[in-house]
Protein backbone atom coordinates (compact mmCIF):
# COMPACT_ATOMS: atom_id res chain seq x y z
CA UNK A 1 0.00 0.00 0.00
CA UNK A 2 1.09 3.75 -0.62
CA UNK A 3 3.39 4.97 2.12
CA UNK A 4 0.69 8.37 3.25
CA UNK A 5 2.61 11.70 4.54
CA UNK A 6 2.22 12.67 8.19
CA UNK A 7 1.02 16.19 8.05
CA UNK A 8 3.66 19.50 7.71
CA UNK A 9 3.47 20.39 11.31
CA UNK A 10 3.16 16.65 12.37
CA UNK A 11 6.48 16.34 10.53
CA UNK A 12 8.13 19.21 12.75
CA UNK A 13 6.66 17.79 16.09
CA UNK A 14 8.15 14.03 15.31
CA UNK A 15 11.56 15.53 14.76
CA UNK A 16 10.83 17.73 18.14
CA UNK A 17 9.85 14.27 20.00
CA UNK A 18 12.64 12.45 18.70
CA UNK A 19 15.03 14.79 19.68
CA UNK A 20 14.09 17.23 22.38
CA UNK A 21 11.24 16.98 24.22
CA UNK A 22 11.58 13.91 26.18
CA UNK A 23 14.87 14.00 28.65
CA UNK A 24 15.13 10.22 29.02
CA UNK A 25 14.77 7.77 25.98
CA UNK A 26 13.57 4.95 28.47
CA UNK A 27 10.29 6.94 29.18
CA UNK A 28 8.95 5.92 26.03
CA UNK A 29 8.03 2.32 27.62
CA UNK A 30 6.01 4.53 29.98
CA UNK A 31 4.31 5.82 27.34
CA UNK A 32 4.05 2.36 25.36
CA UNK A 33 2.27 0.86 28.72
CA UNK A 34 0.17 3.41 29.41
CA UNK A 35 -1.27 3.95 25.76
CA UNK A 36 -1.99 0.08 26.61
CA UNK A 37 -3.47 0.69 30.21
CA UNK A 38 -5.83 3.48 28.14
CA UNK A 39 -6.88 0.82 25.49
CA UNK A 40 -7.79 -1.84 28.54
CA UNK A 41 -10.01 0.82 30.35
CA UNK A 42 -11.67 2.16 27.21
CA UNK A 43 -12.97 -1.69 27.28
CA UNK A 44 -13.79 -1.50 30.76
CA UNK A 45 -16.12 1.77 30.07
CA UNK A 46 -17.45 0.11 26.44
CA UNK A 47 -18.64 -2.92 28.95
CA UNK A 48 -20.46 -0.50 31.34
CA UNK A 49 -22.87 0.28 28.63
CA UNK A 50 -22.66 -2.88 26.65
CA UNK A 51 -23.99 -6.00 28.03
CA UNK A 52 -23.06 -8.06 25.51
CA UNK A 53 -19.50 -6.70 27.07
CA UNK A 54 -18.42 -9.54 29.40
CA UNK A 55 -15.41 -7.49 31.74
CA UNK A 56 -13.11 -10.14 33.44
CA UNK A 57 -10.57 -8.74 34.95
CA UNK A 58 -8.06 -11.67 34.55
CA UNK A 59 -8.73 -11.48 30.67
CA UNK A 60 -6.83 -8.11 30.18
CA UNK A 61 -3.54 -7.87 30.47
CA UNK A 62 -0.09 -5.92 28.96
CA UNK A 63 2.79 -8.13 27.18
CA UNK A 64 6.02 -7.07 26.87
CA UNK A 65 8.09 -9.68 24.29
CA UNK A 66 11.86 -9.43 23.30
CA UNK A 67 13.72 -10.92 20.05
CA UNK A 68 17.15 -9.82 20.13
CA UNK A 69 17.97 -12.09 16.42
CA UNK A 70 15.47 -9.67 14.83
CA UNK A 71 16.07 -6.40 17.79
CA UNK A 72 12.30 -6.53 18.11
CA UNK A 73 10.82 -5.08 21.12
CA UNK A 74 6.34 -5.61 21.48
CA UNK A 75 4.42 -4.01 23.85
CA UNK A 76 0.92 -5.88 23.50
CA UNK A 77 -2.36 -5.42 25.09
CA UNK A 78 -6.05 -6.80 24.97
CA UNK A 79 -7.38 -3.52 25.19
CA UNK A 80 -9.97 -2.00 23.07
CA UNK A 81 -8.44 -1.96 19.96
CA UNK A 82 -8.32 0.50 16.70
CA UNK A 83 -10.52 0.41 13.36
CA UNK A 84 -8.63 1.25 10.22
CA UNK A 85 -9.85 5.08 10.74
CA UNK A 86 -8.72 5.18 14.47
CA UNK A 87 -5.38 4.68 13.25
CA UNK A 88 -4.96 7.31 10.75
CA UNK A 89 -6.77 9.55 12.93
CA UNK A 90 -4.83 8.76 16.30
CA UNK A 91 -1.58 7.97 14.67
CA UNK A 92 -2.03 9.65 11.25
CA UNK A 93 -2.19 12.90 13.59
CA UNK A 94 0.67 13.54 15.77
CA UNK A 95 -0.88 15.02 19.06
CA UNK A 96 -4.19 14.08 18.04
CA UNK A 97 -4.92 12.23 21.51
CA UNK A 98 -7.54 9.27 20.92
CA UNK A 99 -7.75 8.91 24.76
CA UNK A 100 -8.78 12.53 25.97
CA UNK A 101 -10.70 12.75 23.32
CA UNK A 102 -12.75 9.57 24.65
CA UNK A 103 -12.59 10.73 28.10
CA UNK A 104 -14.56 14.39 27.51
CA UNK A 105 -17.03 12.30 25.08
CA UNK A 106 -17.50 9.73 28.30
CA UNK A 107 -17.31 12.54 31.17
CA UNK A 108 -14.95 9.75 33.33
CA UNK A 109 -15.05 10.52 36.31
CA UNK A 110 -14.49 7.72 38.68
CA UNK A 111 -11.04 7.34 38.89
CA UNK A 112 -10.25 5.35 35.80
CA UNK A 113 -8.84 8.83 34.05
CA UNK A 114 -7.16 8.34 30.63
CA UNK A 115 -3.67 9.42 30.94
CA UNK A 116 -2.83 9.73 27.23
CA UNK A 117 -4.43 13.37 27.00
CA UNK A 118 -1.79 14.60 24.62
CA UNK A 119 -1.42 12.16 22.43
CA UNK A 120 2.49 12.85 21.75
CA UNK A 121 3.74 9.66 24.19
CA UNK A 122 3.02 6.98 21.17
CA UNK A 123 6.12 8.62 18.96
CA UNK A 124 8.49 8.75 21.79
CA UNK A 125 9.34 4.87 20.06
CA UNK A 126 10.76 6.61 17.49
CA UNK A 127 13.75 7.91 20.11
CA UNK A 128 14.59 4.16 20.22
CA UNK A 129 13.35 2.49 17.32
CA UNK A 130 14.29 2.97 13.24
CA UNK A 131 10.79 1.19 12.47
CA UNK A 132 7.72 0.97 14.07
CA UNK A 133 4.39 -1.46 13.51
CA UNK A 134 1.32 -1.80 14.88
CA UNK A 135 -1.28 -4.26 14.24
CA UNK A 136 -4.71 -3.45 15.88
CA UNK A 137 -7.90 -5.15 15.74
CA UNK A 138 -11.10 -3.32 17.03
CA UNK A 139 -13.88 -4.27 19.24
CA UNK A 140 -16.86 -5.03 16.92
CA UNK A 141 -14.35 -5.08 13.98
CA UNK A 142 -13.93 -8.33 11.90
CA UNK A 143 -10.55 -6.94 10.13
CA UNK A 144 -7.06 -5.95 11.51
CA UNK A 145 -5.17 -3.50 10.24
CA UNK A 146 -1.23 -2.84 10.14
CA UNK A 147 0.09 0.78 10.49
CA UNK A 148 3.31 1.15 9.45
CA UNK A 149 6.25 3.58 10.10
CA UNK A 150 10.13 4.01 9.70
CA UNK A 151 10.02 8.20 11.12
CA UNK A 152 9.09 11.54 9.92
CA UNK A 153 8.71 10.05 6.37
CA UNK A 154 4.79 8.81 6.78
CA UNK A 155 3.51 5.92 7.41
CA UNK A 156 0.98 2.88 5.50
CA UNK A 157 -1.86 1.10 6.66
CA UNK A 158 -2.99 -1.70 4.98
CA UNK A 159 -5.00 -5.29 6.17
CA UNK A 160 -3.70 -8.18 8.47
CA UNK A 161 -4.26 -11.41 10.27
CA UNK A 162 -4.83 -11.18 14.32
CA UNK A 163 -7.26 -13.03 16.05
CA UNK A 164 -7.71 -11.23 19.27
CA UNK A 165 -8.64 -7.74 19.81
CA UNK A 166 -6.28 -5.60 21.17
CA UNK A 167 -2.81 -3.77 19.91
CA UNK A 168 0.49 -5.24 19.17
CA UNK A 169 3.38 -2.47 18.92
CA UNK A 170 6.43 -3.42 17.64
CA UNK A 171 9.78 -1.31 17.66
CA UNK A 172 12.53 -2.29 15.85
CA UNK A 173 15.24 -0.89 18.05
CA UNK A 174 18.31 1.26 16.77
CA UNK A 175 21.46 -0.16 16.31
CA UNK A 176 23.59 1.05 19.62
CA UNK A 177 26.99 3.05 18.44
CA UNK A 178 29.08 5.56 20.21
CA UNK A 179 27.51 6.63 24.12
CA UNK A 180 23.93 5.79 22.62
CA UNK A 181 23.14 2.27 24.33
CA UNK A 182 20.02 0.92 22.63
CA UNK A 183 21.52 -2.40 23.61
CA UNK A 184 19.75 -2.15 26.90
CA UNK A 185 16.38 -1.81 25.34
CA UNK A 186 16.49 -5.07 24.29
CA UNK A 187 17.91 -6.95 27.70
CA UNK A 188 14.59 -8.14 29.97
CA UNK A 189 16.43 -7.15 33.13
CA UNK A 190 16.56 -3.58 32.45
CA UNK A 191 12.93 -3.46 30.59
CA UNK A 192 12.00 -4.94 33.96
CA UNK A 193 13.51 -2.05 35.59
CA UNK A 194 12.77 0.61 33.46
CA UNK A 195 8.99 -0.93 34.60
CA UNK A 196 9.33 -0.92 38.03
CA UNK A 197 10.30 2.88 37.94
CA UNK A 198 8.02 3.96 35.91
CA UNK A 199 5.31 1.97 35.26
CA UNK A 200 4.79 -0.20 38.74
CA UNK A 201 1.86 0.68 39.48
CA UNK A 202 -0.34 0.28 36.17
CA UNK A 203 -3.46 -0.93 37.49
CA UNK A 204 -3.34 -4.07 34.91
CA UNK A 205 -0.62 -7.06 35.18
CA UNK A 206 2.30 -6.39 33.00
CA UNK A 207 3.63 -9.94 31.76
CA UNK A 208 6.78 -10.79 30.38
CA UNK A 209 8.84 -13.93 30.17
CA UNK A 210 11.90 -13.79 33.02
CA UNK A 211 14.85 -16.22 33.24
CA UNK A 212 16.04 -17.06 37.14
CA UNK A 213 19.08 -19.22 37.83
CA UNK A 214 17.50 -22.27 39.84
CA UNK A 215 19.21 -25.06 41.55
CA UNK A 216 18.25 -28.66 39.83
CA UNK A 217 15.78 -30.87 41.45
CA UNK A 218 17.87 -33.24 43.37
CA UNK A 219 21.30 -30.93 43.43
CA UNK A 220 23.22 -28.64 45.82
CA UNK A 221 25.22 -26.75 43.12
CA UNK A 222 24.28 -26.99 39.72
CA UNK A 223 22.05 -24.64 38.51
CA UNK A 224 19.74 -24.05 35.10
CA UNK A 225 17.66 -21.01 33.55
CA UNK A 226 14.23 -21.44 33.87
CA UNK A 227 12.07 -18.99 31.91
CA UNK A 228 9.00 -18.37 33.03
CA UNK A 229 5.90 -15.87 32.51
CA UNK A 230 5.86 -13.58 35.52
CA UNK A 231 3.73 -10.48 36.56
CA UNK A 232 6.44 -7.76 36.65
CA UNK A 233 4.50 -5.01 38.17
CA UNK A 234 2.66 -4.25 41.61
CA UNK A 235 -0.13 -3.29 39.67
CA UNK A 236 -1.52 -1.90 43.60
CA UNK A 237 0.20 1.06 44.77
CA UNK A 238 0.31 1.06 48.59
CA UNK A 239 -0.85 4.83 48.94
CA UNK A 240 -4.20 3.47 47.42
CA UNK A 241 -4.53 1.06 49.75
CA UNK A 242 -7.07 1.66 53.15
CA UNK A 243 -4.92 2.82 56.07
CA UNK A 244 -6.31 0.16 58.53
CA UNK A 245 -4.75 -2.36 56.00
CA UNK A 246 -1.51 -1.29 56.30
CA UNK A 247 0.86 -1.87 59.27
CA UNK A 248 3.92 0.34 60.37
CA UNK A 249 6.27 -2.34 58.68
CA UNK A 250 4.16 -1.80 55.43
CA UNK A 251 5.35 1.92 55.82
CA UNK A 252 9.10 1.65 56.13
CA UNK A 253 9.43 -1.67 53.84
CA UNK A 254 7.90 0.91 51.12
CA UNK A 255 10.28 3.36 52.43
CA UNK A 256 13.20 1.45 52.23
CA UNK A 257 12.58 0.08 48.39
CA UNK A 258 12.18 3.46 47.09
CA UNK A 259 15.27 4.09 48.38
CA UNK A 260 14.29 6.83 50.49
CA UNK A 261 17.30 7.02 52.47
CA UNK A 262 19.72 4.47 54.07
CA UNK A 263 18.12 4.90 57.93
CA UNK A 264 14.69 4.86 59.23
CA UNK A 265 12.11 7.35 58.68
CA UNK A 266 10.50 8.71 62.30
CA UNK A 267 7.11 9.51 61.20
CA UNK A 268 5.34 8.63 57.72
CA UNK A 269 2.08 10.39 56.75
CA UNK A 270 -0.61 8.63 54.47
CA UNK A 271 -3.07 11.28 52.89
CA UNK A 272 -5.78 11.00 50.63
CA UNK A 273 -8.29 13.84 49.58
CA UNK A 274 -11.25 13.98 47.62
CA UNK A 275 -12.02 17.57 47.43
CA UNK A 276 -11.44 20.30 44.58
CA UNK A 277 -8.33 18.67 43.60
CA UNK A 278 -7.83 14.58 43.86
CA UNK A 279 -4.41 13.24 45.20
CA UNK A 280 -3.35 10.79 47.29
CA UNK A 281 0.04 10.92 49.06
CA UNK A 282 2.92 9.16 51.29
CA UNK A 283 4.70 11.14 53.05
CA UNK A 284 8.14 10.97 55.45
CA UNK A 285 9.83 12.80 57.79
CA UNK A 286 13.75 11.18 57.43
CA UNK A 287 15.64 10.38 60.78
CA UNK A 288 19.31 11.28 59.51
CA UNK A 289 19.81 14.10 57.01
CA UNK A 290 21.16 12.93 53.71
CA UNK A 291 25.15 13.61 52.98
CA UNK A 292 24.68 16.40 50.99
CA UNK A 293 21.86 18.42 52.66
CA UNK A 294 22.86 21.90 53.26
CA UNK A 295 24.84 22.27 49.89
CA UNK A 296 24.08 23.09 46.23
CA UNK A 297 23.94 19.68 45.09
CA UNK A 298 20.97 18.78 47.11
CA UNK A 299 17.61 18.22 44.96
CA UNK A 300 14.90 18.60 46.79
CA UNK A 301 11.37 17.22 45.84
CA UNK A 302 8.53 14.72 45.89
CA UNK A 303 7.76 11.87 43.03
CA UNK A 304 5.07 12.80 40.75
CA UNK A 305 2.46 9.56 39.49
CA UNK A 306 -0.51 10.83 37.47
CA UNK A 307 -2.89 7.65 37.89
CA UNK A 308 -0.18 5.50 39.10
CA UNK A 309 2.75 6.15 36.31
CA UNK A 310 5.88 7.97 37.44
CA UNK A 311 5.62 11.62 36.15
CA UNK A 312 8.45 13.10 37.87
CA UNK A 313 11.12 11.96 40.25
CA UNK A 314 11.82 15.16 41.44
CA UNK A 315 9.21 17.69 41.79
CA UNK A 316 10.02 20.59 43.81
CA UNK A 317 6.77 22.56 43.26
CA UNK A 318 5.35 20.34 46.06
CA UNK A 319 7.57 21.36 48.45
CA UNK A 320 8.75 24.43 50.20
CA UNK A 321 12.06 24.72 50.67
CA UNK A 322 11.82 24.51 54.46
CA UNK A 323 10.05 21.50 54.16
CA UNK A 324 12.81 19.90 51.42
CA UNK A 325 13.96 17.07 53.63
CA UNK A 326 10.69 15.40 53.35
CA UNK A 327 10.67 11.91 51.20
CA UNK A 328 7.57 10.68 49.33
CA UNK A 329 5.43 11.15 46.93
CA UNK A 330 1.65 12.54 45.42
CA UNK A 331 -0.04 10.96 42.83
CA UNK A 332 -3.10 13.03 41.13
CA UNK A 333 -5.09 13.31 38.54
CA UNK A 334 -5.91 16.46 38.50
CA UNK A 335 -2.60 18.45 38.00
CA UNK A 336 -1.88 19.72 34.30
CA UNK A 337 1.32 18.36 32.80
CA UNK A 338 3.59 19.68 30.30
CA UNK A 339 3.55 17.93 26.67
CA UNK A 340 5.97 15.52 28.02
CA UNK A 341 4.61 14.61 30.98
CA UNK A 342 7.77 15.18 32.86
CA UNK A 343 7.56 18.96 33.80
CA UNK A 344 4.34 20.77 35.78
CA UNK A 345 2.47 23.26 34.82
CA UNK A 346 2.16 25.52 37.08
CA UNK A 347 -1.49 25.93 37.78
CA UNK A 348 -4.17 26.01 40.94
CA UNK A 349 -3.98 22.59 41.98
CA UNK A 350 -0.80 22.57 42.04
CA UNK A 351 -0.66 25.63 44.79
CA UNK A 352 -3.49 23.68 46.37
CA UNK A 353 -1.80 20.13 46.89
CA UNK A 354 1.63 22.37 48.09
CA UNK A 355 -0.64 24.48 50.69
CA UNK A 356 -2.28 21.18 52.29
CA UNK A 357 0.61 19.00 52.29
CA UNK A 358 2.93 21.70 53.99
CA UNK A 359 -0.61 21.96 56.97
CA UNK A 360 -0.21 17.94 57.30
CA UNK A 361 3.54 18.00 57.60
CA UNK A 362 3.50 20.74 60.58
CA UNK A 363 0.36 19.26 61.70
CA UNK A 364 2.70 15.94 62.02
CA UNK A 365 6.21 17.95 63.46
CA UNK A 366 3.87 19.65 66.18
CA UNK A 367 2.35 16.73 67.28
CA UNK A 368 6.11 14.81 67.55
CA UNK A 369 7.38 17.87 69.39
CA UNK A 370 4.13 17.59 72.12
CA UNK A 371 3.82 13.55 72.65
CA UNK A 372 7.62 12.65 71.26
CA UNK A 373 9.97 14.99 72.42
CA UNK A 374 12.90 12.55 72.40
CA UNK A 375 12.54 11.87 68.67
CA UNK A 376 11.46 15.72 67.60
CA UNK A 377 15.09 16.33 68.95
CA UNK A 378 16.24 13.88 67.01
CA UNK A 379 14.69 15.40 64.07
CA UNK A 380 15.37 18.93 65.04
CA UNK A 381 19.21 17.98 65.64
CA UNK A 382 19.08 16.66 61.55
CA UNK A 383 16.44 19.31 59.91
CA UNK A 384 16.21 22.08 62.83
CA UNK A 385 18.77 24.71 60.89
CA UNK A 386 16.40 24.15 57.68
CA UNK A 387 13.70 25.71 59.92
CA UNK A 388 15.76 28.61 60.89
CA UNK A 389 16.26 29.37 56.94
CA UNK A 390 12.68 29.29 56.62
CA UNK A 391 11.84 31.87 59.13
CA UNK A 392 14.54 33.73 57.52
CA UNK A 393 13.89 33.62 53.63
CA UNK A 394 11.26 34.96 51.55
CA UNK A 395 11.02 38.40 53.91
CA UNK A 396 9.73 36.14 56.52
CA UNK A 397 6.36 35.43 54.51
CA UNK A 398 6.86 31.38 56.58
CA UNK A 399 7.27 32.73 60.39
CA UNK A 400 3.99 32.07 61.41
CA UNK A 401 4.17 28.57 60.03
CA UNK A 402 7.56 27.70 61.31
CA UNK A 403 7.86 29.70 64.86
CA UNK A 404 6.00 27.44 67.28
CA UNK A 405 8.47 24.41 65.62
CA UNK A 406 12.06 26.33 67.03
CA UNK A 407 14.13 24.80 69.65
CA UNK A 408 17.02 26.30 71.35
CA UNK A 409 18.77 25.46 73.98
CA UNK A 410 18.36 27.93 77.97
CA UNK A 411 20.55 29.24 80.22
CA UNK A 412 18.27 27.97 82.65
CA UNK A 413 16.85 24.47 81.29
CA UNK A 414 20.02 23.29 80.04
CA UNK A 415 18.30 22.17 77.27
CA UNK A 416 16.23 22.59 73.74
CA UNK A 417 12.97 24.94 74.47
CA UNK A 418 10.54 26.12 72.49
CA UNK A 419 9.42 29.82 72.42
CA UNK A 420 6.60 29.21 74.11
CA UNK A 421 8.36 26.92 77.19
CA UNK A 422 10.47 30.30 77.43
CA UNK A 423 7.75 32.74 77.44
CA UNK A 424 5.58 30.78 79.54
CA UNK A 425 8.37 31.01 82.65
CA UNK A 426 9.07 34.94 81.82
CA UNK A 427 9.16 36.27 85.18
CA UNK A 428 6.35 39.34 85.04
CA UNK A 429 8.64 42.18 84.94
CA UNK A 430 11.01 40.66 82.30
CA UNK A 431 10.57 43.74 79.21
CA UNK A 432 12.48 41.25 76.43
CA UNK A 433 13.04 37.69 75.29
CA UNK A 434 16.80 37.46 75.75
CA UNK A 435 19.79 35.67 74.18
CA UNK A 436 23.19 35.31 73.56
CA UNK A 437 25.17 34.38 70.30
CA UNK A 438 28.26 32.33 70.48
CA UNK A 439 30.28 29.34 69.13
CA UNK A 440 29.26 26.58 71.56
CA UNK A 441 27.14 26.84 74.76
CA UNK A 442 30.20 26.48 76.30
CA UNK A 443 31.69 30.27 75.60
CA UNK A 444 27.93 31.88 75.24
CA UNK A 445 27.69 30.53 79.39
CA UNK A 446 31.17 32.19 80.26
CA UNK A 447 30.01 35.54 77.93
CA UNK A 448 30.58 39.13 80.45
CA UNK A 449 27.53 40.68 78.87
CA UNK A 450 25.14 38.13 80.18
CA UNK A 451 25.66 38.67 83.89
CA UNK A 452 23.42 41.88 84.53
CA UNK A 453 20.97 39.58 82.62
CA UNK A 454 21.75 36.34 84.93
CA UNK A 455 21.80 38.33 88.01
CA UNK A 456 18.25 39.39 87.50
CA UNK A 457 17.37 35.75 86.83
CA UNK A 458 16.17 35.89 83.29
CA UNK A 459 16.33 33.00 81.39
CA UNK A 460 18.69 33.31 77.89
CA UNK A 461 18.33 31.53 75.20
CA UNK A 462 21.77 30.40 73.21
CA UNK A 463 21.99 30.37 69.36
CA UNK A 464 25.04 28.48 68.41
CA UNK A 465 23.65 28.51 64.86
CA UNK A 466 25.05 31.17 62.02
CA UNK A 467 21.34 31.15 61.01
CA UNK A 468 20.05 31.98 64.17
CA UNK A 469 20.06 35.60 64.85
CA UNK A 470 19.20 35.96 61.18
CA UNK A 471 16.07 34.37 62.04
CA UNK A 472 15.29 35.84 65.18
CA UNK A 473 15.59 39.24 63.46
CA UNK A 474 13.02 38.27 60.95
CA UNK A 475 10.70 36.89 63.45
CA UNK A 476 10.78 40.16 65.32
CA UNK A 477 8.43 38.80 68.52
CA UNK A 478 7.08 35.86 69.50
CA UNK A 479 3.68 36.49 71.90
CA UNK A 480 4.05 40.18 71.96
CA UNK A 481 7.76 39.30 73.79
CA UNK A 482 10.56 41.13 71.61
CA UNK A 483 13.78 39.69 71.41
CA UNK A 484 17.02 41.36 72.68
CA UNK A 485 20.21 40.25 72.43
CA UNK A 486 22.26 40.46 75.54
CA UNK A 487 25.21 42.44 73.56
CA UNK A 488 22.20 45.40 73.12
CA UNK A 489 22.88 48.48 73.63
CA UNK A 490 19.58 49.11 75.50
CA UNK A 491 19.08 46.01 77.81
CA UNK A 492 16.14 47.67 79.14
CA UNK A 493 17.11 47.36 82.85
CA UNK A 494 18.49 50.62 83.48
CA UNK A 495 15.59 51.47 85.07
CA UNK A 496 15.84 48.74 87.87
CA UNK A 497 19.26 50.21 88.81
CA UNK A 498 18.90 54.02 88.82
CA UNK A 499 19.39 54.32 92.79
CA UNK A 500 22.53 51.99 91.61
CA UNK A 501 23.76 54.44 88.90
CA UNK A 502 26.28 57.28 89.47
CA UNK A 503 27.16 60.17 86.77
CA UNK A 504 30.45 59.72 85.25
CA UNK A 505 33.22 61.69 86.29
CA UNK A 506 34.83 64.23 84.42
CA UNK A 507 38.12 62.38 84.49
CA UNK A 508 36.76 59.19 83.80
CA UNK A 509 35.10 60.70 80.97
CA UNK A 510 37.80 62.27 79.97
CA UNK A 511 39.74 58.69 79.77
CA UNK A 512 37.17 57.28 78.00
CA UNK A 513 37.28 60.18 75.01
CA UNK A 514 40.87 59.35 75.16
CA UNK A 515 40.16 55.84 74.79
CA UNK A 516 37.93 56.42 72.00
CA UNK A 517 40.18 59.13 70.14
CA UNK A 518 42.83 55.90 70.24
CA UNK A 519 40.90 53.19 68.60
CA UNK A 520 39.57 55.73 66.28
CA UNK A 521 37.26 54.11 63.41
CA UNK A 522 37.69 51.01 65.20
CA UNK A 523 34.67 51.61 67.57
CA UNK A 524 31.83 53.65 67.75
CA UNK A 525 32.09 54.75 71.39
CA UNK A 526 33.77 54.13 74.74
CA UNK A 527 31.61 54.46 77.62
CA UNK A 528 31.34 52.85 81.62
CA UNK A 529 29.65 49.58 81.35
CA UNK A 530 25.93 48.71 83.02
CA UNK A 531 26.14 45.11 82.51
CA UNK A 532 29.50 44.15 83.43
CA UNK A 533 30.30 42.89 87.35
CA UNK A 534 33.52 40.82 87.11
CA UNK A 535 34.83 41.05 83.73
CA UNK A 536 36.44 44.20 82.74
CA UNK A 537 35.79 45.00 79.38
CA UNK A 538 33.18 43.80 76.43
CA UNK A 539 32.29 44.93 73.16
CA UNK A 540 28.19 45.80 72.78
CA UNK A 541 26.39 46.82 69.64
CA UNK A 542 24.08 49.60 68.64
CA UNK A 543 21.92 49.27 65.13
CA UNK A 544 20.55 46.54 63.60
CA UNK A 545 23.81 44.37 62.84
CA UNK A 546 25.40 42.68 65.31
CA UNK A 547 28.50 41.14 66.13
CA UNK A 548 27.65 37.90 65.51
CA UNK A 549 26.15 38.69 62.31
CA UNK A 550 29.04 40.52 61.50
CA UNK A 551 31.23 37.48 61.43
CA UNK A 552 28.73 35.35 59.60
CA UNK A 553 28.36 38.32 57.03
CA UNK A 554 32.28 38.56 56.71
CA UNK A 555 32.78 34.92 55.79
CA UNK A 556 30.38 35.39 52.57
CA UNK A 557 32.06 34.94 49.30
CA UNK A 558 29.65 38.61 48.17
CA UNK A 559 30.73 40.44 51.47
CA UNK A 560 30.42 44.29 51.08
CA UNK A 561 32.48 45.30 54.14
CA UNK A 562 29.17 45.50 56.33
CA UNK A 563 30.30 45.67 59.90
CA UNK A 564 28.62 45.86 63.62
CA UNK A 565 28.56 49.67 65.50
CA UNK A 566 30.92 48.53 68.42
CA UNK A 567 30.65 49.81 71.86
CA UNK A 568 33.83 49.48 74.04
CA UNK A 569 31.94 49.13 77.25
CA UNK A 570 34.52 49.49 80.82
CA UNK A 571 33.68 48.06 84.00
CA UNK A 572 35.23 51.27 85.98
CA UNK A 573 34.32 49.10 88.80
CA UNK A 574 37.38 46.71 88.06
CA UNK A 575 40.93 46.88 89.67
CA UNK A 576 42.33 46.85 85.70
CA UNK A 577 40.29 50.17 84.93
CA UNK A 578 41.97 51.77 88.23
CA UNK A 579 45.24 50.97 86.64
CA UNK A 580 44.00 52.54 83.65
CA UNK A 581 43.31 55.58 85.71
CA UNK A 582 46.34 55.65 87.17
CA UNK A 583 48.57 55.60 83.82
CA UNK A 584 45.90 58.59 82.99
CA UNK A 585 47.76 60.58 85.44
CA UNK A 586 51.11 59.80 84.96
CA UNK A 587 52.02 57.63 81.30
CA UNK A 588 49.94 58.89 78.43
CA UNK A 589 51.86 55.89 76.33
CA UNK A 590 50.75 53.15 79.11
CA UNK A 591 47.33 54.44 78.76
CA UNK A 592 47.09 53.65 74.47
CA UNK A 593 48.98 50.59 75.72
CA UNK A 594 45.95 49.58 77.99
CA UNK A 595 43.13 50.70 75.65
CA UNK A 596 44.76 48.71 72.90
CA UNK A 597 44.92 45.65 75.21
CA UNK A 598 41.41 45.87 76.46
CA UNK A 599 40.15 46.04 73.02
CA UNK A 600 42.02 43.14 71.43
CA UNK A 601 40.59 41.02 74.68
CA UNK A 602 36.86 42.36 73.91
CA UNK A 603 37.53 41.12 70.73
CA UNK A 604 38.87 38.07 71.50
CA UNK A 605 35.86 37.62 74.21
CA UNK A 606 33.48 37.60 70.57
CA UNK A 607 35.69 35.04 68.68
CA UNK A 608 36.74 37.91 66.41
CA UNK A 609 40.48 37.91 65.26
CA UNK A 610 43.04 39.90 66.75
CA UNK A 611 44.03 42.84 63.62
CA UNK A 612 47.43 43.02 64.76
CA UNK A 613 48.63 40.50 66.85
CA UNK A 614 52.34 41.73 67.09
CA UNK A 615 50.96 44.92 68.13
CA UNK A 616 48.98 43.48 71.12
CA UNK A 617 51.87 41.56 72.15
CA UNK A 618 54.17 45.16 72.48
CA UNK A 619 51.32 46.37 74.47
CA UNK A 620 51.43 43.52 77.00
CA UNK A 621 55.18 43.87 77.29
CA UNK A 622 54.61 47.35 77.71
CA UNK A 623 52.64 46.89 80.90
CA UNK A 624 54.03 43.81 82.13
CA UNK A 625 57.43 45.87 82.47
Not at 300 to 322: F, H, R
Not at 472 to 499: H, N, P
Request: glycine share 4%.
Amino acid sequence: MAKQQFEAESKRLLDMMINSIYSKREVFLRELISNASDAIDKMYYRALTDESITFNQSDYYIRIDVDKEKRQLTVSDTGVGMTKDELESNLGIIAKSGSLAFKNENEIKDGHDIIGQFGVGFYAAFMVADEVSVKSKALGDSQAYLWHSEGADGYSIESCDKETIGTDITLTIKQSEDDDDFDQFLDPHQLQTIVKKYSDFIRYPIKMEVSEQRLKEGSEDDYETVIEDKTINSMVPIWKKNKAELTDEDYHQFYNEKHYGFDQPLEYIHVSVDGNVRYQAILYIPESAPYNYYSAEYEKGLELYSNGVLIMNKAPELLPDYFSFVKGLVDSEDLSLNISREMLQHDRQLKLIEKNLVKKIKQELTKMLRNEREKYEKFYQAFGRQLKYGVYSDFGQNKETLKDLLLFYSSTEEKLVTLAEYVERMKEEQPFIYYATGETNARIERLPQTEIVKDKGYEILYFTDDIDEFAIKMLAEYEGKSFKSVSSGDLGLEDDDKDEEQSVSETDQAIFDKMKDILSNKVSDVRRSKRLKTHPVCLSNEGDISIEMEKVLSMMPDNQGIQADKVLEINTNHEIFQSVKAAFETDQDKVESYTNILYNQALLIEGLPVEDPISYTNDVWKVMK
